[in-house]
């Protein structure tokens, strides 16, 4: 359900959303859990958010980019530095917004994996959102490598029986052919509608995925890949609050360079954890 400003949110102000923002606040609105804002100008900045991720999905998958393992991606580098993990660095002086925007300008230039192509969605939807002077204040230096992100994206995952279009689920297939790592699983983003896009797999059904997945696994499983319960998404409340601009200090976060391709969010916080500790 939602909440605003402490009261029971009224759909009929919405009444004149596109089909889009009525499958966000309809998904929000029918789960027993409370999905709390501020003021109405942050539930509708949360609500562009996840329109404008959803949009980039689609734009992504309209484009010429295409899937790579990390050792095969590939960047623009006008904009871009590949390192050695394959993740690609922004270069000095060469401004975020201008960084991200390419990556679907000139589409053809681009090889990456799905972890990555989802914080690349989120981030050209949090752009779309706040615009790119709120956005290069926030994110000055751009790293793009698997689900390495900005603190102040705020990503956090966890485990739900819902999900609300814009998030990212993840389909898990547990006897993935050893051939073929990459096809571990799928980081994809609900779209709404039942349907789901996972960078190199295109828009698809749950079902579809998951018998992709199923023709990738080893000869003698037994077991299906299926739809984890597994939720990724930005702090969308935070970063309504940023999008006014302004000074906004910075730190730099540690980065893991696991080279395993098409993991989930919490499987990369559980190699970020296992590397920190001493």
């Known amino acids: 359900m939602i909440q605003v400003a402490g009261r029971p949110f009224q759909s009929s102000n919405y009444l004149n959303t596109d089909e889009v923002g009525k499958f966000i606040i309809e998904a929000m609105q029918e789960v027993q859990d409370l999905y709390s804002f501020s003021s109405e100008r942050e539930l509708s900045f949360v609500i562009k958010a996840r329109k404008n991720i959803i ?6 998958d309209q484009g010429e980019s295409t899937f790579a393992t990390f050792k095969g991606s590939s960047c623009n580098p006008e904009y871009w530095t590949l390192t050695e993990a394959g993740g690609f660095l922004l270069k000095p002086q060469v401004r975020p917004s201008d960084a991200i925007f390419d990556i679907f300008k000139n589409s053809d230039l681009y090889k990456f994996e799905c972890a990555t192509a989802c914080v690349i969605n989120f981030y050209h ?39 609300i279009p814009g998030d990212v689920v993840y389909f898990n297939n547990p006897d993935f052919d050893p051939d073929t790592p990459w096809l571990r699983g799928i980081n994809a983003i609900a ?29 003698d499983s037994q077991q299906s890949a299926y739809l984890a319960s597994l939720i990724t998404r930005p702090s969308f409340n935070q970063l309504a609050n940023f999008s006014g601009g302004g000074r906004v200090h910075k730190r730099t976060s540690f980065v893991v360079h696991h080279n395993k391709d098409s993991i989930s969010y919490m499987t990369y916080l559980f190699e970020l954890s296992y590397n920190l500790t001493p």
């Open 55 to 60: 949009l980039s999905a689609r734009q992504m």
């Open 191 to 219: 779209m709404g509608n039942g349907r789901f896009f996972g960078h190199g797999f295109s828009i698809r059904t749950a079902n579809q995925m998951i018998e992709a997945l199923n023709r990738n696994r080893k000869t």
């Open 125 to 163: 939807g949090i752009l779309l959102t706040m615009g790119s002077l709120s956005f290069n204040t926030l994110f000055p230096r751009l790293y793009l490598y698997s689900w390495y992100t900005d603190e102040d994206l705020g990503l956090y995952s966890f485990y739900a029986d819902h999900f």
